[in-house]
């Protein structure tokens, strides 16, 4: 009866032990996917809608530039989920007029839809490909409409001052390998708002090949907002420069905003 | 007479009302204003050795030696309601010994507002979903423009037309009222060398009789169905290119048989690319194929497929097929001396298309075969952004089939290599 007795308080001591163990691995991965998803909300879908001129500039090594100029309309429809996204391009002057549109699910590939003023045309383009460059900048379609939170493991590694603010620095690891070009990525998240203010990611060798940094991060209508951030690609030195221009949230952008009709034509008052 | 008037009216009006813009946006809102362009040198040299000794073509071996400006200017009022734009070209060819010359390629005013809009004047309709092959498209297009290496932008010509939109969130529609028939610009025979040759010593060419109370008419009706973007077609109009009457062994008219066309397209994602679908008929008023001079009906269909890979290359399959309606009645009114055309045409292409340099260097390969005809076409381009407003593009048009008659195979003789530059502002 006594060995029984000892037998059970043992199991439950070590099923005890094993809880407590546990339990902080499990309520860290809740609190850095809750930091990840709370960054996530703050850098791509503040606000229900939010228009901005985006003025990009692509830098080579040598200091050649090369400009890319365009207004960004986006619209939120559900919350770190479906998006719908259009852009106008002012220049260069070979894209000029050509409006581009994706409709951004969280489940799914995009589906993305592609003017040609010159003929006139509206065209769905293939969009399996996030990982290619969105108009030959150094940022791709994924560091423009973000990562799916679930494609990675992340951890918290430390926290630590970035500048003058706090952060957690997270490790994101591709649960698929073949899906991500990087074989881990790390993000400084900023304590406060939440916003990337730093982001480097290594390659398949454990190699720093490309840095985000969060340049200028400003107030716009009670929204943080990274008003100049760049993507310097380590190896060839070239990088992107983009700065926010005239952005405003909640400006009540209709549904069909996001249609073919107005791909083709889009009214001003949306796009300057 | 009646119609000359009507058609030179229309292009009085639409004259009248872009001076009035150009000169009100200039004058009193200023920033509602733009004025864009280029300046481009095009130029094309034909590689093929031929033999055919007396044929105007053969002694030039220059396709196109041109220098070509375009002014853009738009306006649009503050409101949205009002825009107009225009787009003028000037052009110098020396291989046709030509003066500078001009053409209005569009210029149209559009009147937006609610759930609909018009578009009126000289426009561009593209519709459908082929590349490079059209059912649905019914618009008129320059094919010599496109044989020679021009800019893919000039294998369309503008219709001088109305566009009417009407929008909403179960179903939108466009219907475009054109009532100055302009036809296809055919292989241009000063140029190149293609079948029939030699052309007749004497033609005539009959347009159609097409006003303002008897226009052409297209109809597009699209809305998405489960994702896909799905549309159907109608068209009341004509063949634009020609049907031939020989009235004499030296003489012969050409004109353009009245056609309809009914069709459908539908494009959405499907495995992990693009699935393209698109058919139409094409009901020619020959209803049971027993006039030699006029097509027969025809079914048009095509699948396509698109897919996206790593490193911005892009590459497209597409297979295109149009079966002749009536195929007995052809074959046994066919005229002894004529080559007989097959029952069905079926026509594969692939389309590679990769971005370097940070999307500056585009390459692109673009091929047509046909198993039926036995004949292709091969287009390899290379376009470099020297600048963010000079580019420049190097290609060749490359053609062969086994019999000289076929829709590719006919221009066996026209390959050629072509230059491109254009400074835009």
């Known amino acids: 009866m006594n060995k029984i007795k000892s037998r059970m308080i043992s199991v439950v001591v070590v099923l005890l032990l094993t809880a407590y163990c546990l339990l902080p691995t499990v309520s860290h991965a809740a609190d850095v996917t809750d930091i990840m998803k709370k960054s996530q909300l703050a850098f791509l879908y503040p606000g229900k809608d939010m228009k901005a001129r985006v003025y990009m500039r692509l830098i080579n090594k040598d200091g050649k530039e090369r400009i890319k100029e365009m207004t960004m309309l986006r619209k939120n429809y559900q919350e770190g989920g479906d998006q719908k996204y259009f852009i106008y391009f002012y220049q260069p002057a070979d894209v000029r007029d050509m409006t581009f549109m994706v409709y951004k699910y969280a489940v799914k590939d995009d589906d993305r839809w592609i003017f040609m003023p010159a003929l006139n045309m509206v065209r769905r383009i293939a969009a399996n490909d996030k990982r290619s460059s969105f108009v030959g900048s150094d940022f791709t379609y994924e560091d423009v409409s973000g990562r799916d939170i679930k494609d990675d493991n992340h951890s918290i590694t430390k926290e630590e001052k970035l500048g003058d603010k706090d952060a957690y620095i997270i490790k994101g690891e591709p649960k698929d390998e073949k899906g991500a070009d990087f074989s881990y990525k790390l993000s400084w998240i900023d304590k406060g708002n939440f916003l990337p203010l730093k982001e480097e990611y290594y390659d398949k060798r454990g190699e720093l090949y490309k840095v985000f940094t969060a340049d200028e991060v400003k107030d716009v209508q009670g929204f943080p907002v990274i008003t100049k951030r760049t993507m310097k690609d380590v190896k060839s030195e070239h990088r992107t420069e983009v700065q926010y221009q005239k952005t405003e949230f909640n400006i009540g952008l209709d549904d069909d905003v996001f249609t073919e009709r107005y791909l083709k034509k889009p009214l001003k008052k949306w796009i300057e | ?425």
């Not at chain 2, 050795?49 to 200017?73: F, H, M």
């Not at chain 2, 000289?122 to 590349?131: E, M």
């Not at chain 2, 092959?133 to 932008?153: L, M, S």
């Open chain 2, 1 to 425: 007479m009646k119609k000359q008037l009507s058609v030179k009216n229309i292009k009085l009006i639409t004259g009248l009302f872009l001076l009035f813009t150009v000169y009100y946006s200039l004058f009193t809102v200023s920033y509602a204003f733009d004025l864009h362009g280029f300046l481009q040198g095009n130029y094309s040299y034909r590689t093929s050795n031929t033999n055919c000794s007396g044929a105007v073509p053969c002694d030039k071996y220059w396709l196109l030696i041109e220098e070509r400006a375009q002014l853009s200017p738009s306006y649009e009022d503050p409101s949205g309601f009002f825009a107009a734009k225009a787009k003028l070209d000037f052009f110098h060819d020396a291989v046709v010994e030509s003066k500078w010359d001009a053409a209005l390629r569009e210029a149209y005013f559009t009147l937006s507002g609610g759930f609909a809009d018009a578009k009126i004047g000289r426009q561009i309709v593209t519709w459908g979903l082929g590349d490079l092959v059209f059912i649905n498209d019914v618009f008129p297009k320059d094919w010599t423009a496109f044989i020679i290496g021009r800019p893919i932008e000039y294998l369309k010509k503008g219709v001088d037309g109305a566009k009417l939109g009407i929008y909403s969130s179960t179903l939108n529609g466009e219907l475009v009222i054109i009532p100055v028939f302009e036809a296809d610009t055919l292989p241009d025979s000063k140029r190149l060398i293609f079948y029939p040759f030699p052309a007749p010593a004497v033609n005539k060419d009959v347009k159609p009789n097409t006003d303002l109370s008897n226009p052409e008419i297209a109809i597009k009706l699209y809305r998405p169905i489960m994702e896909w973007d799905t549309s159907i077609y109608f068209y009341n109009g004509f063949y634009r290119s020609p049907a031939a009457r020989m009235d004499s062994a030296s003489s012969v008219t050409y004109y353009y048989p009245s056609l309809k066309v009914y069709g459908a397209s539908t494009q959405g994602a499907a495995l992990d690319g693009i699935l393209s679908l698109e058919a139409g008929y094409y009901d020619s008023q020959d209803k049971n194929g027993n006039d030699p001079e006029i097509e027969n009906s025809q079914i048009r269909y095509l699948i396509a497929y698109q897919k996206a890979f790593a490193g911005d290359f892009t590459a497209g399959i597409q297979y295109y097929a149009e079966k002749m309606m009536d195929y007995g009645n052809y074959t046994r009114t066919l005229g002894p001396k004529l080559p007989r055309k097959d029952e069905a045409r079926e026509l594969y292409s692939i389309r590679l298309t990769r971005l370097l340099h940070y999307q500056t260097i585009k390459l692109s390969l673009f091929t047509f075969y046909s198993p039926t005809d036995k004949d292709y076409f091969i287009n390899p381009e290379i376009k470099y952004n020297i600048s963010d407003n000079l580019w420049t593009i190097i290609g060749a048009n490359i053609f062969d089939g086994e019999r000289a008659n076929t829709f590719l195979g006919q221009f066996r003789h026209d390959d050629n290599i072509y230059w491109n530059i254009r400074y835009e502002f």
